[in-house]
């Protein structure tokens, strides 16, 4: 495994084939300063240009984008979420890390970390246009581009090769620097041979980082780590692993994949399979938007029914308007519920296809009637799942519960 700068004096790596970060540029073994621009941050590894899967992540996209904006914060502690105590941390700058602020704490206890820090409310268009811009850099050089969020993304570059004369690697470089001579943002690259470790490698070293993971060492590199670093294991599966003395992947490695289908059922297929460095899942292309919706945190937790419902028509209209925007219309309505023990609650029903904003609000208002029985809520939401194009509509299904 090797990171972002040049470690040509790593064991491993010294006799390594190069990049430039600079400029992109394909050097061979040896090279201490990039010939072509004179820049010495070269990312070295055994198996640079034979590596096709790539994991771009932007660095605290919503941060930089409004430091971007406004460089008289440039070196403040920048926190973008809610502007009140009840609201919670969308995205922060690594400044503010430093103090120990995180996405998704709440406001209060991040100003009580980091007193100076300068709150700004999200502003969700200007954000999905960078992201709309940095998805055209990445697909202008391989179609096989599968969003994850707003900020980061899967690339499947192995015809790169054949249709630019370059490798995966460099393709790699030359999209980060466009997305920082263009859009004035930064990103940290994973590179491998699959999915699982390619985004791994992107959370080894940032921000502006670039770290790989061969296939020599893959399992080697992952035995030592926490059972966590693999793809479907949070905190339930981490303590039922736990209790059955497996905390590291080197844990998963010495189990068999019969014992561990036994214990797991089909997850234990996928975690030995991972324990190894095995991936076989594919980089899929975006498909269209799976849900579309719209919450509101409250100032105070809410009991009323009529004042839960006063929120949902706000709600219902910027989720209309959003799906117009998008031409799709929805065959399910969700109502989503935070109790003021953070407990969530998710209510769907059935409609027909529609993303007119009072048949949006007449569902959600059917599903809040049976669920605002008096307790205290401190967040509410609403959307549409089972997303399509009108002129991909189906005839309606009947809704056996329906009115």
Same mark, same amino acid.
């Given at each position: 495994?090797?990171?972002?700068?040049?470690?040509?004096?790593?064991?491993?790596?010294?006799?390594?084939?190069?990049?430039?970060?600079?400029?992109?540029?394909?050097?061979?073994?040896?090279?201490?300063?990039?010939?072509?621009?004179?820049?010495?941050?070269?990312?070295?590894?055994?198996?640079?240009? @034979?590596?096709?899967?790539?994991?771009?992540?932007?660095?605290?996209?919503?941060?930089?984008?409004? $430091? *971007?904006?406004?460089?008289?914060?440039?070196?403040?502690?920048?926190?973008?979420?809610?502007?009140?105590?009840?609201?919670?941390?969308?995205?922060?700058?690594?400044?503010?890390?430093?103090?120990? +602020?995180?996405?998704?704490? %709440?406001?209060?206890?991040?100003?009580?970390?980091?007193?100076?820090? +300068?709150?700004?409310?999200?502003? =969700?268009?200007?954000?999905?246009? +960078?992201?709309?811009?940095?998805?055209?850099?990445?697909?202008? &050089? %391989?179609?096989?581009?599968?969003?994850?969020?707003?900020? /980061?993304?899967?690339? @499947?570059?192995?015809?790169?090769?054949?249709?630019?004369?370059?490798?995966?690697?460099?393709?790699?470089?030359?999209?980060?620097?466009?997305?920082?001579?263009?859009?004035?943002?930064?990103?940290?690259?994973?590179?491998?041979?699959?999915?699982? #470790?390619?985004?791994?490698?992107?959370?080894?070293?940032?921000?502006?980082?670039?770290?790989?993971?061969?296939?020599?060492?893959?399992?080697?590199?992952?035995?030592?780590?926490?059972?966590?670093?693999?793809?479907?294991?949070?905190?339930?599966?981490?303590?039922?692993? &736990?209790?059955?003395? !497996?905390?590291?992947?080197?844990?998963?490695?010495?189990?068999?994949?019969?014992?561990?289908?036994?214990?797991?059922?089909? =997850?234990? *297929?996928?975690? &030995?399979?991972?324990? *190894?460095?095995?991936?076989?899942?594919?980089? /899929?292309?975006?498909?269209?938007?799976?849900?579309?919706?719209?919450?509101?945190?409250?100032?105070?937790?809410?009991?009323?029914?009529?004042?839960?419902?006063?929120?949902?028509?706000?709600?219902?209209?910027?989720?209309?308007?959003? =799906?117009?925007?998008?031409?799709?219309?929805?065959?399910?309505?969700?109502?989503?519920?935070?109790? $003021?023990?953070?407990?969530?609650?998710?209510?769907?029903?059935?409609? /027909?296809?529609?993303?007119?904003?009072?048949?949006?609000?007449?569902?959600?208002?059917?599903?809040? /009637?049976?669920?605002?029985?008096?307790?205290?809520? *401190?967040? !509410?939401?609403?959307?549409?799942?089972?997303? #399509?194009?009108?002129?991909?509509?189906?005839?309606?299904? #009947?809704?056996?519960?329906?009115?």
């Amino acid at each position: 495994m090797s990171d972002g700068a040049d470690h040509g004096g790593r064991s491993g790596t010294a006799g390594a084939a190069a990049v430039c970060r600079d400029c992109a540029a394909a050097l061979p073994p040896g090279t201490r300063r990039c010939p072509k621009c004179g820049g010495r941050r070269l990312f070295r590894h055994p198996e640079l240009h @034979d590596l096709p899967i790539g994991h771009i992540d932007c660095d605290s996209f919503y941060a930089t984008v409004e $430091k *971007r904006d406004r460089p008289e914060l440039a070196a403040k502690p920048v926190i973008v979420g809610g502007d009140d105590h009840r609201g919670v941390v969308a995205a922060c700058c690594y400044v503010a890390r430093l103090s120990g +602020v995180r996405s998704a704490m %709440t406001i209060r206890e991040a100003l009580d970390r980091c007193p100076d820090a +300068v709150i700004i409310r999200p502003d =969700m268009a200007k954000y999905k246009e +960078v992201g709309h811009r940095a998805r055209a850099i990445m697909e202008a &050089f %391989t179609p096989l581009v599968e969003p994850i969020s707003i900020d /980061e993304a899967y690339l @499947d570059l192995a015809g790169v090769e054949e249709r630019l004369s370059i490798s995966p690697a460099q393709a790699l470089v030359e999209i980060v620097r466009r997305f920082e001579t263009e859009l004035r943002i930064t990103a940290s690259i994973g590179l491998s041979y699959n999915k699982l #470790l390619a985004k791994i490698a992107s959370d080894l070293d940032k921000p502006r980082g670039f770290s790989a993971i061969g296939r020599a060492e893959a399992a080697a590199f992952l035995a030592p780590r926490r059972v966590t670093i693999l793809w479907g294991v949070g905190p339930a599966l981490e303590r039922k692993l &736990f209790a059955d003395g !497996i905390s590291r992947v080197a844990d998963l490695q010495d189990k068999d994949e019969h014992w561990l289908v036994k214990r797991y059922g089909a =997850m234990g *297929r996928t975690l &030995f399979r991972f324990a *190894r460095g095995d991936d076989p899942r594919r980089v /899929e292309p975006e498909s269209p938007s799976k849900s579309i919706s719209s919450e509101e945190t409250f100032d105070w937790d809410v009991t009323s029914p009529p004042a839960l419902a006063a929120e949902l028509r706000p709600l219902a209209q910027k989720v209309s308007r959003r =799906m117009e925007r998008e031409g799709l219309v929805g065959r399910s309505v969700v109502l989503k519920l935070k109790t $003021k023990d953070f407990q969530q609650l998710t209510r769907s029903r059935r409609v /027909e296809p529609t993303r007119d904003a009072d048949a949006i609000l007449a569902a959600g208002l059917s599903l809040l /009637e049976k669920e605002a029985d008096g307790r205290a809520f *401190r967040l !509410i939401g609403i959307g549409c799942t089972d997303l #399509l194009r009108p002129d991909a509509a189906p005839e309606p299904e #009947l809704d056996l519960f329906g009115p």
